[in-house]
T-cell receptor, first 114, second 113 residues
Framework: GEQVEQRPPHLSVREGDSAIIICTYT??????FSWYKQEAGAGLQLLMS?????DRKEEQGLTVLLNKKDKRLSLNLTAAHPGDSAVYFC?????????????FGKGTVLLVSP | DAGVTQTPRHEVAEKGQTIILKCEPV?????LFWYRQTKIQGLELLSY????????DGGAFKDRFKAEMLNSSFSTLKIQPTEPKDSAVYLC???????????FGPGTRLTVL
């Protein structure tokens, strides 16, 4: 089945710096990609999602890049601030519905210090 | 709009007890998921319902875990009997149709002594 590796497991940056999180996946037919944020004591919050026909998507200080050749998905927080401190998860799936499921990365703990 | 709600937020059980966790999805969402979250295993899918029909029953979790969707606005997850290794955060999520865009509840933190 699909395997997702997420790195780094922990990331510390200063306020205003970039923070980059990378996921690699194994199945070249994977078609749906998402990033989630989890703050302490809360559930996961959807940040952005892209389909396989998109290479780059930017929204509100976040950039998602998809490199299908290398089977790599990345999330870039371009100017991190302390409120971005949380755990970030990537998630991928082959199909959008049916007998299918999201495969999640193990998460990246991001700490943004002032 | 109300998001996904889960109750209780915290549960403490003795080994061997039966516990029931509850979830109310976002109104109008057709798909509902139950996950278990631990630091070591990460997020593991327990159950997946589409329009109240069970699509995925979580394989390895079948013997003591049972999820039900009694109507489109309410789901339960029963663990019977509980074991200390079941200590985890249980998350419920729903989506109006896109598998990759799930809305999560705040979770129930279960501690089994």
């Amino acid at each position: 089945g699909e395997q997702v590796e997420q790195r780094p497991p922990h990331l510390s940056v200063r306020e205003g710096d970039s923070a980059i999180i990378i996921c690699t996946y194994t199945d070249s037919a994977t078609a749906y990609f998402s990033w989630y944020k989890q703050e302490a004591g809360a559930g996961l919050q959807l940040l952005m999602s892209v389909l396989s026909n998109v290479d780059r998507k930017e929204e509100q200080g976040l950039t998602v890049l998809l490199n299908k050749k290398d089977k790599r998905l990345s999330l870039n927080l371009t100017a991190a601030h302390p409120g971005d401190s949380a755990v970030y998860f990537c998630a991928v799936s082959l199909h959008d519905s049916g007998y299918n499921k999201l495969t999640f990365g193990k998460g990246t703990v991001l700490l943004v210090s002032p | 709009d109300a998001g996904v709600t889960q109750t209780p937020r915290h549960e403490v059980a003795e080994k061997g007890q039966t516990i029931i966790l509850k979830c109310e999805p976002v109104s109008g969402h057709n798909d509902l998921f139950w996950y278990r979250q631990t630091k070591i295993q990460g997020l593991e899918l327990l159950s997946y319902f589409r329009s109240k029909s069970l699509m995925e029953d979580g394989g390895a979790f079948k013997d003591r875990f049972k999820a039900e969707m009694l109507n489109s606005s309410f789901s339960t997850l029963k663990i019977q009997p509980t074991e200390p290794k079941d200590s985890a955060v249980y998350l419920c999520a729903s989506t109006p149709g896109h598998l990759y865009e799930q809305y999560f509840g705040p979770g129930t933190r279960l501690t089994v002594l």
